[in-house]
């Protein structure tokens, strides 16, 4: 009884801090119950709170140790219905910019490129969201790994950001489809499944597409359970604990 009246009480100061419109909808949340996905979308998608399409996002906690490199998670996933989200593309390539441009890249170049982000004349994160790079390039990103490093940005294999197939890599990404994944130094995995816009249906099948890619991340190196909890919310919603 004491536990239940503690988390009672915190979830009332908690909520106070926010408006009247969000207090509106926590207050219809059972915060004992574990929702099923279909009941945290449809609860999303009937109690939106802004004027502006939100996007609906996937939190989860996993039983990782984020400070051991053979137990981090990272991955990519191509999400049916895609995440309503346009992102910027840029193409590190010698010998793919024909097939860049006619997949609409926003930004392409070879060394020049490479040289640009090392100087700060084109900055990664506001200038383009994700860096593609063909295989001949990658010994000379090298000089700008600690730039791309920290902020996630390194093309890797095993992201698929490092392909020869760059028509098809800017038009996934481009769409919103292509997604990559990876958890944070808390051990959480944050990814955004669509907007409350989308049909339920889509919502679903995008979230589920996603649980499956990162249940397959999980390292031979990771024991004991790798899911703790997952929560879903939208942009300015509180948050719907949703069943294992």
Known sequence: MWESRKA??????????HGKNYRGVAEKLDIK???APEEAIAFIKEHKLTKFDESVEVHVRLGINAKKTDEMVRATVVLPYGTGRMQKVAVVTSTKEKEAEEADADIIGGEELIADIKNGKVVAGQAFSVLLATPEMMPKLAVIAKILGPKGMMPSPKTETVTPKIKEAVEMLKKGKKISFKNDDSANVHQVIGKASFKAEELLENYQTFREALLKSKSDNSKGKFIKSIVFCSTMGPSLRVQL
């Open 33 to 35: 119950k574990e929702y």
């Open 8 to 17: 009672r009480s915190y979830h009332v100061r908690n909520h106070m801090k």
